[in-house]
């Protein structure tokens, strides 16, 4: 799968957003090391401490169905400009994907990309627990 067409399934997931309070549409599509794409859209809560981003969405979706071996995810955002993974969700794709590809998308189509490990330098993983 191209990363224009990894692209163009998080612009579908993102119009599935619940933001009645930002107004602020993610989505995420993320590529299962099978294939498989799981979408994710960000998901509002009026206490926000209880909101969940689309990356993450996307990971537990695929956790939930028993896969948790990625290559990349796909992020765009209404706001048309590059919306980059906050830090929680750049953990979580630390746990899953360490290098895999972080593709981000704006308005224009163009694409930035990046892995997981030059988002988060020196993540914290498994292996740190002893």
Do not use: W
């Not at 969405?57 to 955002?77: D, H, L």
Request: proline content about 3%; aromatic content about 10%; glycine content about 8%.
């Amino acid at each position: 799968m191209t990363r224009e067409e990894l692209v163009s399934y998080a612009e579908q997931a993102m119009t599935r957003a619940y933001v009645p309070y930002s107004h602020f549409q993610v989505g995420a599509a993320l590529l299962a090391e099978d294939g498989q794409v799981f979408l994710g859209c960000n998901v509002e809560n009026a206490s926000y401490g209880a909101t969940c981003c689309a990356e993450r969405t996307a990971v537990f979706k695929a956790v939930s169905e028993g896969v948790r071996k990625f290559q990349a995810i796909a992020i765009v955002a209404s706001s048309g400009d590059y919306a980059a993974p906050c830090g929680i969700c750049r953990q979580v794709l630390f746990e899953f994907m360490p290098e895999g590809k972080v593709y981000l998308s704006n308005q224009a189509h163009e694409i930035l990309e990046f892995t997981v490990k030059e988002l988060l330098p020196m993540g914290f993983g498994g292996s740190d627990i002893k």
